[in-house]
């Protein structure tokens, strides 16, 4: 699979005239719960060349493509990118963390990591995982039996939305390991059993609805609503400039 991703990357380049500058996993595999059979959840940040940009209209700034039973693929444009790094997507703060890189140019990452902590905003954070917390407890995690993958996407939001309300200026980490230390005891033991049985599930698996663990993201949606308009809002300086020059050294 490694090696089908790569080529369509190479493929992508030369198809639509474009430099992938990072490529990495942004799904299940990336946040530490896959089922054997989940799909590669492919995001990518591209540069066109210089004179595409000198343009009076923006070109499309997205490429998405057909979704299989494998392979998710989707890529935004740099200058997309960067404006997004500026106004604290949580997405893509996810992306730049992930333990899963299929592909970079050489330092790419690195060369946005010191800008992450300028641009978090604590509050754009929250209401990000606040509406995947919401679907959770509001939509997917209702009934008598719900779906395992469906749990773990309302679990790991709400340990990331603790994490943002308890540090607010410190970015949450991707992978459910790293935010697990957030997770009340009593509900280790639970957890732990249902993410052995995820490693061997597949997508659909359904189980008996957890009732304390989904008490437990009930009162973390709770707590979301009622800390979304008290957190500070951080921002040293203007990250505007230094981004103009990431962006103009990286075409």
């Known amino acids: ?5 790569q080529s369509a990357l190479t493929e992508l380049e030369a198809r639509h005239h474009i430099r992938v500058l990072y490529a990495c996993e942004s799904g299940s595999r990336a946040w530490g719960f896959p089922s054997p059979d989940s799909d590669f959840d492919v995001r990518f940040i591209y540069a066109h060349p210089g004179d595409w940009y000198l343009t009076l209209d923006e070109g499309a700034d997205t490429l998405n493509f057909p979704v299989d039973e494998e392979l998710d693929l989707a890529g935004w444009e740099l200058r997309k990118s960067l404006k997004l790094l500026r106004g604290s997507n949580a997405a893509l703060f996810e992306w730049l963390q992930s333990p899963v890189v299929y592909a970079e140019a050489a330092g790419f990452r690195e060369a946005l990591q010191p800008h992450l902590a300028n641009c978090w905003n604590s509050r754009a ?11 959770g407890v509001e939509d997917d995690l209702v009934g008598e039996e719900v779906r ?3 749990l773990f996407y309302a679990l790991r939001s709400a340990l990331a939305a603790r994490w943002i309300r308890e540090r607010p200026t410190s970015v949450p980490p991707m992978e459910l390991r790293e935010l697990h230390e957030l997770l009340p005891l009593e509900l280790h033991a639970e957890v732990a059993e249902l993410l052995a049985r995820k490693a061997t599930a597949n997508e659909k698996t359904t189980v008996a609805r957890p009732t304390a663990l989904v008490a437990f993201l009930q009162e973390e949606y709770r707590a979301i609503l009622s800390a979304r308009e008290k957190l500070p809002l951080v921002r040293s300086t203007d990250p505007t400039q230094k981004l103009n020059d990431l962006f103009r050294a990286w075409l």
């Open 125 to 135: 954070g929250l209401n990000h995982y606040a509406g995947l917390v919401r679907r």
């Open 1 to 5: 699979m490694l090696a089908r991703i």
């Open 148 to 150: 395992l993958k469906r």
